[in-house]
């Protein structure tokens, strides 16, 4: 089994920012993409940022792009978030997946963000 820790929500001014932290632990054999979800209260959950292809490439939402980037540490089997210039309309749970295998997926408990106008 695999264990998602996420960290690093809470409430920002817009033009603020904040660093979201998922934590993977636990039988951990591969690596195929890990990435965030959001979801906003009323509309789907949407894919934020990732880093697939084996951890060779990231890719960011076009919503998100030049104010959100997306990192990974191997050793530490963390992704980071880092949200820049954060906007009312980034508010939203942030949800962490991994895929370890292309058949397996794992996801965080969630975590708040929420930017204030």
């Known amino acids: 089994q695999v264990q998602l820790v996420e960290s690093g929500g809470g409430l920002v001014q817009a033009g603020g920012s904040l660093r979201l932290s998922c934590a993977a632990s636990g039988s951990i054999f591969g690596f195929v993409a890990m990435g965030w979800y959001r979801q906003a209260p009323g509309k789907q959950r949407e894919l934020v940022a990732r880093?697939?292809?084996?951890?060779?490439?990231?890719s960011v939402a076009d919503s998100v792009k030049g104010r959100f980037t997306i990192s990974r540490d191997n050793a530490k089997n963390t992704v980071y978030l880092q949200m820049n210039s954060l906007k009312p309309e980034d508010t939203a749970v942030y949800y962490c997946?991994?895929?370890?295998?292309?058949?397996?997926?794992?996801w965080g408990q969630g975590t708040q963000v929420t930017v204030s106008s």
């Open positions: 880093i697939f292809n084996g951890g060779r490439t990231t």
């Open positions: 997946y991994f895929m370890p295998e292309i058949t397996k997926d794992y």
